[in-house]
């Protein structure tokens, strides 16, 4: 059977390093299962680290980011697609596919193979949940089970398109998506929570500083409007209230820097779900240094 090196954990945690170092010493590839970086020209924002996928002068060939422009709602279902067709890309060439990102619903769709019909939009429920208050619209997704990613509850536009999807598969048992067969061993990057939060707190501000807020104009310049970019959420969120002249530059900071906090909490969260539900997790020290990480993770996928 194939095999699927999964590297996950919370935002800041230096994934993408950890997965290209080791895609460089067994002939790896990745593939991003990020749910924001599949978008062209949200690089600093989306935390692409572009850098990383070069090792030793070595550029890492990497899979799904870049794919879509902003403005554009991608979704879990285009994902697996997207995911199917890089992993048996990387497998028809004798590479080892590495899965490597934070989204959660991601991450659960590919390793406990989610089977998702594509859902369009139903107008006649719409027009029932129009006049819903959002506490209410929650509840109504929580009636179909448990919440599949609790941050899409945060955005009016995504919690109904979330009741869309679920009131379709309570009535649509039909699979219409097959992923790749194959075994995957899963590997998480773990931090106390002071520390991932001072990482955040200094990630932040190295992004601000390194243009985050220019990349949001520009993106409001290219036609983008601001509420299609606040619904990517965090730095896109806050940074184009400060943009707009909603918000201060200081209470931008404060309240982003808290929304990333409580969002890499959430991820946490979700792994902790996904081993509940039978997703065996390898949790390896954050604050080890890289030779030691690659080296557990060899050691354990060669047993």
Not at 25 to 52: F, P, W
Not at 72 to 89: I, Q, T
Not at 173 to 190: A, D, Q, R
């Amino acid at each position: 059977m194939n095999k699927l090196i999964t590297i996950l954990g919370p935002t800041a945690s230096g994934k993408t390093s950890l997965a290209s170092n080791l895609a460089s010493v067994i002939n790896g590839e990745i593939i991003s299962a990020d749910s924001r970086q599949i978008y062209r020209g949200m690089n600093i924002g989306t935390g692409k680290d572009l850098g990383d996928y070069v090792v030793n002068s070595k550029q890492i060939p990497h899979h799904l980011i870049d794919i879509a422009n902003p403005g554009y709602r991608y979704n879990v279902f285009e994902f697996l697609g997207d995911f199917s067709d890089a992993f048996k890309d990387i497998i028809k060439v004798g590479n080892t596919p590495i899965l490597c990102g934070g989204s959660g619903m991601y991450l659960d769709a590919v390793l406990r193979g989610y089977q998702l019909g594509k859902v369009n939009q139903n107008e006649l429920l719409r027009k029932q949940m129009a006049n819903l208050s959002h506490q209410e619209l929650i509840t109504n997704l929580m009636t179909y089970g448990p919440l599949h990613n609790i941050s899409d509850t945060s955005d009016r536009d995504r919690l109904i398109r979330s009741i869309e999807i679920a009131d379709y598969q309570a009535k649509h048992t039909e699979m219409t998506l097959n992923l790749p067969t194959f075994y995957s061993t899963v590997f998480g990057i773990h931090f106390d929570r002071e520390i991932i939060r001072s990482r955040i707190t200094k990630r932040l501000k190295v992004r601000l500083n390194e243009g985050m807020i220019l990349e949001v104009k520009e993106l409001l310049n290219s036609g983008i409007k601001p509420e299609q970019l606040m619904y990517y959420g965090l730095e896109y969120k806050f940074v184009t209230l400060f943009v707009t002249g909603e918000m201060t530059y200081i209470n931008m900071f404060e309240k982003l820097n808290i929304a990333i906090h409580q969002f890499a909490k959430r991820q946490m969260t979700w792994y902790r779900r996904m081993e509940k539900k039978g997703v065996k997790i390898n949790w390896i020290d954050g604050t080890n240094n890289l030779d030691d990480k690659i080296s557990i993770i060899l050691k354990k996928i060669q047993e």
